[in-house]
């Protein structure tokens, strides 16, 4: 049986869940999966193409004839064109939660996300995956962090990247993002039963990370255990 694990990482925006699934991708050398960017991708064309983002009939026509991939270094490429910067935007932020809420826009990445993880050990991170799009995963870690430190995290990472935002407007729109997520009737942001919940409000990049593998490298061993 392979040894290879499934880990799935969800939690609130801005909980560092993209920084923590990088770092254990690169450590395990497994697949890493940033599905919040799919959900991005999608937004962008939708807002490019004119197209209202509560109109799911017109988004499933426009996806018909749509390519979203994730290369293995981490870029997003929307109909091979390279949009992991333009996706960031606060346009696309503060639209992206009224996309995800479309259950066959959901559909149609969930298939996505499957197909790619299920080439092998991977990571994904996102909001429904150890609920809905990896039930059986590994390891299912709940990334979150106080709203602040969120907020904290996410503007100096925009400042970063050249986006200008004040640490209000992020984290309103934070805030806004988690309550449709966590309200939305199709797999709605919670922590799964067997998730392990990890706070990272006072934690460090590195202490994150190393909570992190000491969960993973726990539940290896829970693995081997029952092979
Ligand atoms: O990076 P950040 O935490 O700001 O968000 P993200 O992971 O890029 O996700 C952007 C948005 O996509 C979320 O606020 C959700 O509305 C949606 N999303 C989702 O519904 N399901 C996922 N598995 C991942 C993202």
Known sequence: MSKELIIAID???????????????????????DTGS??????????QSGIDVNDEEKIMEML?????????????????????????????????????????????LVDLQRDIASQGGSVL????????????????IYLTASVEARAMRR???????????????????????????????????????DAILLDSTTLTIPQTYAAAIEIIEQARKNKKLSE
């Open 11 to 33: 939690g609130p925006a801005a909980s560092g869940k993209g920084t923590l699934a990088k770092e254990l991708a690169e450590y395990f050398q497994y697949i890493y999966v």
């Open 38 to 47: 799919m959900y991005r991708a999608v937004t962008y064309k939708t807002i």
């Open 64 to 108: 018909a004839h749509t390519t979203i991939t994730i290369t293995p270094e981490h870029t997003t490429l929307l109909d091979q064109v390279d949009v992991s910067e333009a996706i960031r935007e606060n346009q696309v932020s503060e639209n992206v939660s009224y996309v995800a809420v479309h259950p066959r826009v959901r559909e149609k």
């Open 125 to 140: 991170d996102g909001r429904d995956i150890g609920t809905v799009v990896l039930p059986n995963a590994d390891v299912k």
């Open 155 to 193: 503007q100096l990472d925009n400042e970063s990247r050249g986006i200008t935002s004040t640490f209000e407007q992020v984290r309103d729109n934070l805030a806004l993002r988690d309550k449709i997520d966590s309200t939305r009737e199709v797999a709605p942001l919670k922590q799964a039963d």
